[in-house]
């Protein structure tokens, strides 16, 4: 009898798992899961959960292995940068190991970076003196070649340049993808100047290079500089690349097939992001004065380009406020006084990139849909390539925004996903319930999602794990951290991805007559 009863348990068990996978197929979204079934699941108790805030501190002591990690590793933002906008500023990815950084002549040479256009070995040359200079917080490394094969350099600066550190940020800047939008190149350089000669005796950026890593990408179309010429302020020469392509065109689309040639510089840039989970970034260009946000494109783009309509993304909040956060840093792009009569002029200095016009094969878009990260573009001058004497001038107008900007990846929620042996649990997908957009764990089984003071849900999937969901707060001092268990699966339990990555893209074949993109001079972006 006791036997029949076991067996009867059994097939109650497994009908009841029958049930739950052919509601799952049959709604193939992660938002089927039923509240009762995601929340039976949950064991609080293994969870560390520090909600940041003193008053409202809530900490469940975990009972595996896992080292728990108090918000204060992190730091505050020192207060006076929190507000004020008036103070004045006056591992294997590396080449070599990072060897050919290492020339003794640099060591203790003052290397002075001039207001002045640095042409390819100029700019090779102030970078290899820069990390010889300042090998504790910079590491210079390629990840790449140009179709005429320049290095695609790329800075790190940080207190941990060579490393990873484990539970903070990796954050980028990529400039000069046009090859014509000059500014963008050289005020990525006085940034990196900036960064290392004040990392002594300044508090903020000290605590920005010892919570953060920030790779500087100055220019991501070096042949297309090269050919390009100094007080053109419109125009396209030099816009392209060697072969003509045009790299914020040639990525993947999210919404619409994208037939252009994969070309060198657009393969290493999705070779690094790859690689290294990025979770903010800028993407630098001139020809305007905006910080224009995801999506670039819309599924309906055919309309949207004589209607500029907006293309919005489940994190349009947090898009808004991190185009926001440059664009009031900014000396002027808030005031949103158009760069020409002719030109359209943006409220507060902000736009989504579909409503100025819709691209497809944009950098952003392919960050944001494919990795999560978060990419901005920064249209940071209204003439592409001013005569070198304004240089200053510009620099300065950027400098609060560039830096204010990189702090933003210290918003919102980090942690770590573990299994119960207090193991790392690599490639978790992770969403934040109502944005379908996803995100994954790295190697060491950390995340990062940048969200604005609220309360939220957190969904987490993992192959082999029971999926599981968790509330959390946000605030706005500093960032939420969570510590999550993932319990393995039975082997009947099949429980179906939260999100894909990189995601099944809503694709429409490109027929469309040509977007006013490229009937006309591209002005930017
Ligand atoms: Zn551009």
Redesign the pocket.
């Known amino acids: 009898m006791k036997t029949v009863i076991k067996r009867l348990v059994f097939l109650t068990t497994q009908t009841t798992c029958f049930l739950a996978i052919v509601a799952h197929s049959s709604n193939n979204q992660a938002d089927s899961y039923s509240q009762a079934q995601l929340s039976s699941k949950i064991n609080v108790a293994d969870d560390s959960v520090v909600f940041p805030d003193d008053a409202i501190t809530r900490t469940i002591q975990n009972t595996t292995q896992i080292k728990r990690i108090s918000t204060s590793d992190q730091g505050d933002l020192p207060n006076q940068y929190q507000e004020s906008q008036q103070r004045h500023y006056s591992e294997s990815d590396f080449v070599n190991g990072g060897n050919l950084n290492l020339d003794p002549q640099f060591k203790d040479v003052d290397i002075k970076l001039e207001h002045k256009y640095h042409h390819f070995d100029q700019m090779t040359q102030y970078l290899r003196q820069t990390t010889a200079r300042y090998p504790s917080l910079t590491a210079l490394y390629s990840i790449g070649k140009s179709v005429k094969g320049r290095d695609l350099w790329v800075m790190v600066v940080s207190a941990s340049p060579y490393e990873h550190m484990i539970g903070k940020p990796d954050v980028k800047y990529i400039g000069n993808?046009?090859g014509n939008?000059a500014v963008s190149r050289e005020i990525l350089l006085q940034l990196i100047n900036y960064l290392v000669t004040n990392y002594n005796t300044d508090q903020y950026i000290k605590w920005l290079l010892d919570n953060t890593r920030i790779h500087i990408m100055p220019s991501m179309n070096p042949d297309g500089f090269e050919v390009s010429k100094e007080g053109a302020c419109d125009g396209a020469q030099g816009?392209y690349n060697s072969q003509g392509y045009d790299l914020?065109r040639n990525f993947p689309d999210y919404f619409k097939q994208n037939n252009k040639r994969p070309q060198p510089e657009t393969e290493a840039v999705k070779e690094w992001i790859k690689k290294i989970q990025f979770v903010l970034s800028g993407s630098l260009?001139?020809?305007a004065l905006v910080a224009s946000y995801p999506f670039d494109n819309s599924p309906n783009s055919l309309f949207t380009t004589y209607s500029h309509t907006p293309s919005l993304t489940p994190d349009d909040d947090v898009f808004k406020h991190l185009a926001l956060t440059y664009s009031t840093s900014h000396a002027k792009m808030s005031k949103g006084v158009s760069c020409q009569s002719s030109q359209t002029s943006f409220r507060r200095g902000i736009t989504n990139g579909a409503e100025w016009y819709p691209l497809t094969g944009g950098m952003q878009d392919y960050n944001y849909v494919w990795y999560g990260c978060m990419e901005v573009t920064l249209e940071v001058s209204c003439c592409k390539y001013p005569p070198a004497y304004e240089l200053p001038k510009y620099w300065e107008d950027n400098k609060m925004a560039l830096i204010k900007f990189i702090a933003e990846a210290h918003r919102g929620v980090h942690g770590f996903v573990f299994d119960v042996a207090g193991n790392p649990v690599e490639k978790a997908s992770l969403k934040i319930k109502s944005r379908d957009v996803g995100f994954q764990t790295t190697k060491f089984g950390e995340f990062w999602r940048i969200l604005l003071p609220g309360m939220y849900k957190l969904e987490i999937y993992a192959d082999g794990f029971v999926p599981r969901e968790m509330d959390f707060i946000v605030v706005d001092e500093h960032p939420t951290l969570l510590n999550i268990t993932l319990h393995a699966a039975k082997r009947w339990q099949h429980f179906p991805p939260l999100v894909t990555n990189p995601p099944k893209p809503i694709l429409q074949l490109d027929g469309q007559p040509p977007s006013k993109d490229a009937l006309n001079f591209?002005r930017?972006?």
Do not use: L
Request: net charge positive.
């Open positions: 993808i046009h939008e816009r914020n260009h001139g020809g591209p930017s972006k």
